[in-house]
């Protein structure tokens, strides 16, 4: 039965210190940098798609997304594992050899022709392909080769609280030093809270970022990791979240106006699309690492597949123009114009990992100064965590303390939220005494898109659900959680 008159309870406020638990708290870097892909000189002219694959099986938001590049030396092997979770790993050097239990895909590097793989049978993987395992699917890798092997890997995981482990090992727990000569460096984290039409693509491409061309608004969520240099940047508005590599795992959405200096291999991530991004007229070219998840072939409105430019309105407006740029609305997936992420880079340069401790740029800091944020060092390689970006081991090292916020500023505006339990009364006014929308099932996943109303001795929220835009009213405090 709905519980109308339950007593406000702030929202829980440990939910961020089990999504870092979830995603891992240590990063192991990996024997190749990210920005050891190029430098500022050699920025491509045009963006260069690495990675299309479209897969069944792709988690319901709220889902983790992280990006990370991944090196197995030569002899080195990682045991049989699942994730609950699609896994997509693209092939950059050397030759990766795969046995999976069940059937996988294998992306073509020249063509983008997906082909079934072998079922309990060694395969091997080549530069330039990429090998994809649905979600429970039990695989292992090994390096046979005399050259380290690199991946740029994706990974999608369930973020729900009912959420599985992150990754399991059907033939028992891996021995210590199982990850033996298994290193990596996470590029991006972020928190997924809508997904286009199934089936979904994962696009994964290297784009530059230039005067003369700007990032183009997109509608699908995207994840934008600094490949080649840092910048400098403030918040201007919508849903955005930092994720920095030298302190991996998603993060709360940003404040408006907040300003950060991110270096090399942090990232962006725009759960409901973004706004076109631009550069200074006077700053250097970077490029991105550009995850963008859409619209597969075959989707309901199909206007917003893999192969729709990111310049074009899927709706049939006209292309992204310069300055902010139009919002992108997707028929099929709809997201209130408020939440769009936008950012305004204010200078660019500088290839230094930001610190560690997430410091962002200060009032006193010239906004076109390049950023100098240094790397608080390398630390010790935990193999492990290269691949198990699900549960981690606590003891690995002690994560973050999560200050405990204040009950006002534990649900804002812009904030996601899901329903904690069932039969929930979604009203059209901050009122018991007010019409019932909908009765909501525990799980369901909402934007908050105004201010709280205290009313009848209870704490209101006007949110708009995330899978059908026109459901729109008011919830109590005590059905939801922050996501």
Known sequence: MPRPHARIVPAVV????????????VPAPAARSQD??????????????????????????????????????????????????????????????????????????ETGAQSTTPVDEAFDVVSGQTVVFPPET????????????????VVILP???????????????????AYAGISN????????????????SVVVERVPLTVEAPLAASA??????????????????????ISRTSNPGPQPNSDQGESYRLGVGDALFFPNGHREIAIPDDANPI??????LSAGPGAAGDAASPEASPATNPSGGPAASPGVGPVIVVDASPVAEELVGSIDIRGTG??????????????????????????????APTGEAAIDTGDADPAVTEPAAVEEPDAAGAISIGSTVITNDTEVNLRDAPSLGSSILAVLVQGQTFVVVSDPVEAEGFVWYEVQSLDDPDLRGFLAADFLDVV
């Open 138 to 153: 039990a695989f292992t890798f090994a390096n046979g080769g005399e050259e380290p092997v690199q991946l740029l890997t």
């Open 159 to 177: 973020a729900g609280p009912q959420r599985p482990p992150g990754i399991s090992y059907p033939g028992g727990d891996p021995a210590a030093d």
């Open 36 to 109: 050891d892909q190029g430098d500022a000189g050699s920025v491509p002219d045009t963006t260069e798609t690495l990675m299309r694959a479209t897969v069944d099986g792709v988690p319901l938001a709220p889902s983790f997304i992280r990006l990370l590049r991944i090196v197995i030396e030569p002899g080195a092997t990682v045991p049989l594992h699942t994730h609950p979770g699609p896994e997509y790993n693209l092939v950059e050097s050397g030759t990766l050899t795969v046995t999976s239990e069940t059937a996988s895909v294998l992306v073509e590097a």
């Open 185 to 200: 460096q996470v590029l991006g984290d972020g928190v997924a809270t809508r997904f286009p039409d199934r089936p979904v």
């Open 350 to 379: 500088g290839a230094a990992v930001a610190d560690a401790d997430g410091a962002t740029a200060t009032g006193t800091e010239s906004a076109d100064a390049a950023p100098t944020g240094e790397s608080a060092g390398d630390p």
């Open 14 to 25: 440990t939910a961020l210190l089990l999504i870092v638990l979830a995603l891992g708290t």
């Open 287 to 292: 490029t991105l690492l550009r995850v963008t």
């Open 220 to 241: 699908d969520p995207v994840l934008l990791s600094l490949a080649d240099a840092g910048a400098n940047m403030v918040i201007a508005g919508g849903i955005v979240q």
